[in-house]
């Protein structure tokens, strides 16, 4: 069974930082390209950033350019999402996601995490 495992949220003050891990059991990441989303209440889920499998490629939501970087570990195995200059409005489940091709990671990835909250306050 495949399962992707975000951990790092919390609870952070605007202007700070936090930086999320994703890691995959029952699957090798080696081949996949990985994202991150996010959801804040009520709203829909938004695509945050995605890196090909490779580590060479990242595409980012224009909104967020600058103050994420996502990138991946050594073994390829593991994703990260960091965050920086945080926002109140960055309030949000943080999930990542895998899939095969790069082109479609950020429209229709395969296989999800369950999500980390991320909260910041003013």
């Known amino acids: 069974q495949v399962q992707l495992v975000e951990s790092g949220g919390g609870l952070v003050q605007a202007g700070g930082s936090l930086r999320l891990s994703c890691a995959a059991s029952g699957l090798t990441l080696d081949g996949y390209a990985m994202g991150w989303f996010r959801q804040a209440p009520g709203k829909e889920r938004e695509f945050v950033a995605s890196v090909s499998w490779s580590g060479g490629i990242t595409t980012y939501a224009d909104s967020l350019k600058g103050r994420f970087t996502i990138s991946r570990g050594n073994a390829k195995n593991t994703v990260y999402l960091q965050m920086t200059s945080l926002k109140p409005e960055d309030t949000a489940v943080y999930s990542c996601?895998?899939?095969?091709?790069?082109?479609?990671?950020?429209?229709?990835?395969?296989?999800w995490g369950q999500g980390t909250q991320v909260t910041v306050s003013s």
């Open positions: 996601a895998a899939d095969p091709r790069y082109g479609s990671v950020k429209l229709n990835p395969v296989y």
